[in-house]
């Protein structure tokens, strides 16, 4: 059987990424993707934006994926495209998995593995939306594939539902190919996508957005012809009265994305209700020995660089990787704080800078954050704003707070002491 | 007053712009960048245009594009119209010209994938 010490499932920015990292630590790498090209969902997202933080320049995403798959294959680094894992087995050796491609079904065993598989759209079935069942009901990520990679419209007068940075990024695209887009409806109060986006892709074209307003029909036989939307309340509940229909012939979905874990949860790994993704320590390893998650199948991040950034975390831990034994400090997101990644803090893996994601969990103009060790402060920074869309990066040598297992990590925002 | 959601970076600075008889004054900003994004959406608003162009290629129906560099915000849908009637018919790669100094903005339509090259 084929032995490699790190197999990276995923050929997006997490795992181009991570591949070339490991391989740079020392590693064997395999890199098993399921699309013929590397590069994962960049491909298809031509606007630009991509790399402001890594390489302070705006690139489309096919530059930004063009500059790691260069890479990769100038290292020459082993992927395999076309390639599906199939399944997953943890032996005494290691990893067995099976990859099935056109070549037929083939078996590698590897001391390590990078989850690096991204994330889904959330579908139509996902979102309660009642009525017929025409075509033209779309994800974002559909729509987008369908203009900028095959080259066909799929709308001539739209809705889109969900204000998502790729919802945005649609509206924008489809209003550049010639597209009417009649409104983006939001059923939250503030908007889900970035700031900017909402900038240069709707108001740069006119495009109206209507917070806390929801799609609640769909109507048409073989095509959409229209939708109903209403206003919600505070309690998300539809206002009957506000409800009006709108002739369109799609609706385009930007409703959240979903971290993909099939091979996580195949092999039993613990997974962070409200990430969707494994928990995970500094080093990202999953609490599963030798699997490591990066990417937006950690949890959806709304900056590639970061992407990279975890890929990268990925990569050089499963390199050094040494059946090291673990002991843990919790991190846990308090007050305002949605979640934080890791989630773990390994006790036995002394000192050096950690990394820390984490995303707030309302909209704060001037907030106070604060990190507890069992409820004592050992760590302020304020923050101009922070909002739920926009992920923040801390970095925090934990060494020096003599943090021992079982400790309670807490990030927190002190509301009191912001001003 | 007006209100601009800084484009520039990530941190999408809200950015406060007062006019007055001698012109404007911009606050908000969190670095150099977000004043000069100020005055230029205030005097001459400028974007990159990224889309795809129609190639010859079966396997390849459409090849991303972007301007090489910002042109004004103005120009953005004679751009789009002017490339909607072009026909891609070389194989070019990543960063290769596919239209020089389009719509007389000084600006190129580079190619932003290398599809055609692999």
């Known amino acids: 059987m084929k032995t490699v010490d790190v197999t990276v499932i995923g050929g997006g920015p997490a795992g181009l990424a991570a591949a070339i990292e490991a ?112 075509a033209g009901v779309y994800t974002a990520g559909t729509a987008q594939n369908f203009v900028n990679l095959c080259g066909v419209m799929p709308a001539k007068r739209c809705v889109i ?57 769909v109507f048409g036989h073989d095509r959409m012809t229209a939708v109903e939307v209403a206003q919600v309340d505070e309690n998300k509940a539809v206002i009957e009265s506000t409800k009006q229909i709108i002739e369109c012939d799609t609706l385009i979905l930007s409703v959240g994305l979903i971290p993909e874990n099939e091979q996580a949860e195949s092999l039993g790994i613990q997974i962070d209700p409200f990430t969707k ?56 997101p308090g007050n305002g704080i949605a979640y934080t990644v890791p989630q773990r803090l390994n006790t036995a893996e002394a000192g050096g800078d950690v990394v820390l994601y984490f995303r707030s969990k309302k909209v704060y103009e001037k907030a106070l954050l604060q990190v507890t060790v069992n409820d004592v402060p050992v760590y302020e920074k304020k923050y101009a704003h922070l909002k739920p869309p926009e992920m923040e990066r801390l970095s925090i040598d934990f060494a020096q707070y003599d943090i021992k297992t079982g400790d309670t990590v807490k990030v927190q925002i002190r509301e009191d002491a912001a001003k | 007053m007006k209100e601009l959601i800084c484009i520039v970076c990530p941190n999408g600075c809200t950015l406060h712009i007062d006019t007055d008889s001698d012109g404007f004054c911009v606050s908000g900003h969190k670095c150099k960048k977000g004043l000069l994004f100020a005055q230029s959406e205030m005097q001459d608003p400028l974007r ?71």
């Open chain 2, 48 to 118: 990159t245009v990224c889309t795809t162009v129609r190639t010859v290629f079966p396997e390849t129906p459409v090849l991303s594009v972007r301007t090489s560099k910002e042109i004004p915000k103005s120009k953005i849908f004679e751009i789009m119209q002017h490339l909607n009637g072009f026909l891609l018919t070389e194989r070019i790669g990543i960063g290769e010209t596919v239209i020089g100094n389009i719509c007389g903005t000084d600006a190129d339509i580079i190619a932003t994938d290398n599809i055609l090259k692999e």
């Open chain 1, 277 to 332: 993704g494994p928990i995970c320590d500094q080093g990202l390893q999953t609490l599963l020995d030798g699997v490591f998650s990066c990417g937006n199948a950690l949890h959806v991040n709304d900056l590639v660089d970061y992407v990279s950034e975890s890929g990268e975390t990925a990569g050089r831990n499963a390199a050094k990787w040494a059946h090291d034994y673990r002991t843990f400090a919790s991190i846990e």
């Open chain 1, 23 to 134: 391989h740079k630590n020392g590693a064997k790498v395999l890199l098993v993707e399921r699309e013929a090209r590397l590069g994962g969902i960049l491909k298809q997202c031509i606007h630009d934006g991509f790399g402001l933080v890594r390489f302070g320049e705006k690139l489309t995403g096919p530059e930004y994926a063009h500059r790691f798959i260069k890479e990769f294959s100038d290292l020459g680094i082993e992927a395999m495209t076309l390639t599906f894992v199939t399944a997953v087995d943890r032996t005494s050796e290691g990893y067995a998995l099976t990859l099935v491609n056109r070549n037929g079904m083939s078996k590698v065993l590897s001391k390590t593995l990078i989850l690096a598989t991204g994330c889904r759209e959330r579908t139509a079935k996902q979102v309660f939306i009642h009525g017929t069942r025409p």
């Open chain 1, 161 to 217: 539902l969900g204000s998502g940075d790729i919802g945005l990024i649609m509206a924008r695209r489809l209003t550049l190919e010639g597209a009417q887009v009649l409104g983006v409806y939001e059923i939250q109060s503030t908007p889900s996508g970035l700031t900017r986006n909402i900038h240069q892709c709707l108001h740069d074209y006119g495009i109206p957005l209507h917070l806390s307003h929801t799609v609640t029909r």
